[in-house]
């Protein structure tokens, strides 16, 4: 799903990941929780995420601080330290404020 | 592969996108050039990009003039035309400015 966001100015975290082939079920498990507790955290808007021969995960929040908040969670920095010994190959984490947006969908006409 | 590009500040175009089930021999094509295309216009810095239920494609740029450029590109404007009447149920897309961004790699230890 297109992740329903309010007017900007509001922030994103493009978070583009190259896996290793270590624990497949055990990563599927972990990327399920965090954007489960994602979605919880406050200040949190949504999240996109595909993943082909890279994976790219936005998450959008209201504010930096939100996105501070969300990286300094224990659970998190747990998932985040098995993803630099365990499951990825290689990650950039971007943070950015989104300046202006606009959409289009055949539902809305 | 994930995109290389300099230290902030720099701008982000996030696409995200689903598609119809319409044309997708000329959806492919369209989108290959769009991305050779793309990286021959002044200010491109890079593009990460993958599909599942939603497609998500970010482009990266020197300045948000660059990014304009693209947008009014005559063959890009045929593509954004083709994708409104052909090829996306819907999408959205965001203009930002890259604040902070950090990685890491297996290869660069």
Same mark, same amino acid.
Not at 35 to 63: C, H, K, M, N
């Given at each position: ?11 994103? +975290?493009?978070? $583009?990941?190259?896996?290793? *082939?270590?624990?497949? !079920?055990?990563?599927?498990?972990? =990327? ?21 021969? +890279?994976?790219? $995960?936005?998450?959008?929040? *209201?504010?930096?601080? !939100?996105?501070?908040?969300?990286? =300094? ?37």
């Amino acid at each position: 799903m297109i992740a329903s966001t309010p007017a900007p100015p509001y922030y994103a +975290v493009i978070f $583009t990941s190259i896996r290793t *082939e270590n624990d497949p !079920a055990g990563y599927h498990d972990m =990327a399920d929780r965090m954007v489960e507790l994602a979605a919880d955290q406050p200040g949190f808007l949504g999240v996109e995420s595909a993943r082909e021969e +890279v994976g790219i $995960t936005v998450s959008y929040w *209201e504010s930096l601080e !939100a996105i501070r908040q969300w990286k =300094a969670h224990a659970d998190h920095q747990i998932a985040q330290s098995l993803g630099r010994t365990e499951w990825y190959a290689a990650y950039k984490t971007r943070i950015c404020r989104i300046e202006r947006d606009y959409g289009f969908s055949i539902d809305k006409g």
